[in-house]
């Protein structure tokens, strides 16, 4: 019974998450298991603002990326999370 849960894990897809800010990029190098792409994009998702929250505001216009890709590089899900601020005179 061990050695199922064991060998079920091993088979589980790697899926790579990086993130782009609009001046850097972050790759991510290791990649992490799940066993859907839809479990890794919901993680991603989840921590899309908590990434964005820490580089605002920086400027009026901002656009932060998250691509989800596997183990063959392969892009497989993006999301694209905008900040546009405006001023207006009175």
Known sequence: MVQASIL?????PRYFIDFHDGDHVI???????????????????????????????????????????NDCGTLLYRATLSFEGEHFTT
Do not use: C, N, Y
């Open 8 to 12: 079920r894990r091993l088979d589980l």
């Open 27 to 69: 790759v991510d190098e290791q990649g992490s298991e799940w066993p859907t792409l839809m479990q890794a994009r919901d993680e991603a998702v989840q921590a899309l603002p908590d990434i964005t929250k820490a580089q605002l505001p920086d400027g009026e216009h901002r656009r932060f990326t998250m691509m989800i890709r």
